[in-house]
């Protein structure tokens, strides 16, 4: 007889793990499977999916080392403090990172144990359903294939990289998001395909550590998903003080190799051109996984992107099967699906599990780093939306100025009529910590006036959200 569970996640990233371990909590019977590796060198599979493993985590490690050695570089002078002879050790960079990564990883194994969650480890898909409303899985391992019934199954298969026809990613010349986070030295010169989070995350480890970086973005706008004014404000730092070279509105032609490097013809905005690189990185959205599920065989529906087809709570067209995280519409965004797979544990166990997609903070870790929530000021303008705004520079912020870097700004968005806060943008440092204040704001349905009315800590970053609200009713008292 199969194995039975109350519920199976199939992926454990970080909405599948959370997911297994929420069910887990409330009294079900869990198990996850998982098939990646990630080149584990024990060749075990690797828990916390592309997040922890060539994503998120690992690409923050790098650009925290990559920061502190910029800062070593240049900045330090400016405190008082000389080094000379600063040199960076790329290997030793890149064995914290992967020791970070092996900690993490390794602490998902340990919540499960904790948690009573059953780790499968193997490709997870559908077989189909049996008479007692159980699904059957089958779960394809190194030791063979095993199949187990499921009362409740969670799909958290996560997204991949997308390719671009005529560009083969081979993650030593030519790398996606894995290759890029391995590299045993800094490129001489390095280009970019993909001008989003992650190009411009990555684009930005290497050049602190010295690389010559190009970056060619098919679409004309810098940034277009962020608010205009935190778009125009990072198009300035990154190009005019950071020396990144990026290109819009860029439409490749064939990509070659050859001794000199590979080269990538392309026609932009600012005229025809050849990227001449050692290194490219390609960088131009991901899609989602769900083409190993087998869904035509139990008549799960799919998007016309390949996405799984749920409702406002992850479900399905089919009984208690759900679907969370990258392989559902909305924003690719680890938090996002480890709220998502909560929401479908408690809804199982019919508690009223939510998850308000309008307040899912985004967060690009660039120096400086941009987050943002809620509604920008071009949507509210096409929503015909009567807002008000409060914008503040970090330049009138006295740690800001003690820390010697006021870059940025914090701009709060707040309905002329009710005063409620529509959207916050953050560019600035730890601008990835500010948001949270925003976030918790909107999620009460705070207005402008109440951020104003809060007492907080002198002298911090956090006094100019508090600024940017009493801004909104032009009453800033330090701009």
Known sequence: MAQQFDVVVIGAGPGGYVAAIRAAQLGYSAACIESASYDDPKGEVRLGGTC??????????????????????????????????????VPSMVR?????????????????????????????????????????IEVAGKDGKQQIDAKHVIIATGSKPRQLPGIEVDNKLVC???????????????GVIGAGVIGLELGSVWKRLGAEV???????????????????????????????????GAKIGKVTHGKGGISVPFESDNGAGVLECDKLIVSVGRVPNTDGLNAGAI????????????????????ANVWAVGDVVPGPMLAHKGMEEGVMVAER??????????????????????????GKTEQQLKAENVAYRAGQIPFAANGRALGQGDTTGFVK???????????????????ASELIAEAVVAMEFGASS????????????LSEAMHEAALAVDKRPLHF
């Not at 900045?75 to 002879?85: A, N, P, R």
């Not at 709060?412 to 730890?430: K, P, S």
Request: net charge neutral.
């Open 52 to 89: 922890l493993n060539v994503g998120c985590i690992p690409s923050k490690a790098l650009l925290q080392s990559s920061e502190y050695y910029d800062m070593a570089s240049h900045h330090f002078l400016m405190h008082g403090i000389k080094v000379d002879g600063v040199n960076m050790d």
């Open 96 to 136: 914290r990172k992967e020791n970070i990564v092996t900690q993490l990883t390794s602490g998902i194994r340990g919540l499960f144990k904790k948690n009573k969650v059953t780790l499968l480890a193997g490709h997870g898909s559908f077989v189909g359903s049996r008479e007692n409303d159980m699904w059957q």
């Open 176 to 190: 996606d998001n894995v290759g890029a986070l391995s590299f045993d030295a800094v490129p001489k010169r390095l």
């Open 214 to 248: 190009t970056i060619l973005e098919a679409l004309p706008d810098f940034l277009a998903a962020a608010d205009a004014a935190i778009a125009k404000e990072a198009w300035k730092v990154f190009t005019a003080k950071q020396g990144l070279k990026i290109h819009l």
């Open 299 to 318: 008549g799960l529906k799919l998007d016309d992107r390949g996405r799984v087809e749920v409702n406002d709570y992850c479900q399905t067209n089919l």
């Open 348 to 373: 199982i166990a019919g508690q009223a599990g939510h998850v308000n997609h309008d307040t899912v903070p985004w967060v690009m870790y660039t120096h400086p780093e941009i987050a943002w929530v």
């Open 412 to 430: 709060m968005l707040a309905c002329a009529t009710t005063d409620r806060i529509l959207g916050v943008h953050v560019i600035g440092t730890n």
């Open 449 to 460: 006036e109440d951020i104003a009315r809060i007492c907080h800590a002198h002298p911090t």
